[in-house]
């Protein structure tokens, strides 16, 4: 679904994998402009929850993005 709904989008699409208040996300761009954020809710290592953020407020605290790294 998420997939299928970004090929619709006006504009290049870019996702790059980061960190949201310690979860594992991606931010989405749109023409280099911060589109949304998709974070991932993990527990005993199996996805339990997806939660999209487009919110024009909410985006705006997202400041700088944390590269995701393998522990």
């Known amino acids: 679904m998420f997939v299928g709904g970004i090929g619709k989008l006006a ?3 870019t996702v790059e994998p980061t960190a949201v208040n310690g979860s594992p996300a991606l931010l ?4 280099g402009e911060i589109d949304g ?3 991932i809710r ?3 290592a199996r996805i339990t929850g997806l939660h999209y953020v487009r919110d024009p407020e909410k985006l705006s ?3 700088s993005t944390t590269p995701l790294t393998l522990r």
Do not use: C, I, S
């Open 42 to 44: 993990v527990e005993d």
């Open 28 to 31: 989405v761009r749109l023409d």
């Open 61 to 63: 605290r997202v400041a």
């Open 37 to 39: 954020v998709m974070v």
């Open 11 to 13: 504009g290049t699409p």
